[in-house]
């Protein structure tokens, strides 16, 4: 399987070192954290400089940081998955973190519903609340006529309006191509299933890689 990509690579890192508030990271600091030669280092911020996801700051030495998003312009992510494939879940969210720092997206899982709140209720109403929605397909997603007949059927009338964008993140081999969503580009990187990767977390950076792309061009479509 191949190798997560350097830019990727680079990006987790300077979020992860960027904390919450996104602040500014030094060159030296990021350069030696990633263990990098001083040439390929310059490559990939030149890199992602151009594709406007770093900004370059000042001080001695030289300091970068991701991009950041104002808070209006967070996108509401709806996760749908069956809840045989939580603990994947749970891994999976880890990776939607630096995206949520980066105040480009809010995550919301049925484990944020509260006790006494009405299950069902709530859920319906922030799938229709979404901007976008992430699948976790596996042969349980399919095989759960609440997840299957329900959730995904109603995404799929949203994205049929255009007034939602729906993505498959295949956690577990399975038909999910012979599928309604089989008309839609998934992640990992060709569809295959996370658990066939070397490791989840390739997997899952791929993954996130992809739907931060996805979301960067959502918001500046707004």
Same mark, same amino acid.
């Given at each position: 399987?191949?190798? @997560?990509?350097?830019?990727? +690579? ?11 508030? =996104? =602040?500014? +990271? &030094? ?7 990633? =263990?990098?030669?001083? #040439? ?14 770093? +900004?370059?700051? *000042? ?7 991701? %991009? $950041?998003?104002?808070k209006?312009a ?7 998955? &069956?809840h045989?494939d ?12 630096? !995206? ?6 809010? $995550?919301? %899982? ?16 922030? !799938? ?6 992430l %699948? !976790?397909? &596996?042969?349980?997603?399919?095989? $759960?006529?609440?997840?299957?007949? =329900?959730?995904?059927?109603k995404?799929? #009338? ?7 964008r ?25 569809? !295959?299933?996370? *658990? &066939?990767?070397? @490791?989840?977390? #390739?997997?899952? *950076?791929?993954?996130?890689t992809?739907?931060?792309? %996805? ?8």
């Amino acid at each position: 399987m191949a190798r @997560t990509a350097d830019r990727d +690579v680079f990006l987790n890192r300077l979020c992860n070192l960027g904390g919450k508030e =996104n =602040n500014f +990271v &030094s060159n030296a600091k990021l350069l030696g954290e990633l =263990n990098w030669d001083e #040439d390929k280092y310059k490559r990939i911020k030149a890199q992602l400089r151009q594709e406007s996801l770093i +900004v370059i700051g *000042t001080g001695q030495g030289g300091s970068v940081a991701l %991009v $950041s998003r104002g808070k209006a312009a967070k996108l509401k992510v709806f996760i749908s998955y &069956s809840h045989h494939d939580a603990d994947l879940k749970d891994q999976f969210l880890k990776h939607l973190r630096p !995206l949520e720092r980066e105040q480009l997206v809010e $995550s919301w %899982v049925d484990q944020q519903i509260k006790a006494g709140d009405a299950w069902d209720k709530e859920t319906q109403k922030q !799938l229709a609340a979404a901007d976008l929605v992430l %699948v !976790l397909v &596996s042969v349980d997603f399919i095989n $759960s006529t609440y997840c299957y007949d =329900n959730e995904l059927q109603k995404a799929l #009338d949203r994205e049929a309006n255009g007034s939602v964008r729906v993505i498959p993140v295949v956690m577990r081999s399975c038909l999910w191509a012979h599928s309604p969503l089989g008309q839609h580009k998934a992640v990992p990187k060709d569809g !295959l299933a996370a *658990t &066939s990767w070397r @490791t989840l977390d #390739d997997a899952f *950076t791929d993954a996130a890689t992809e739907i931060r792309r %996805v979301a960067v061009a959502m918001v500046e479509e707004r």
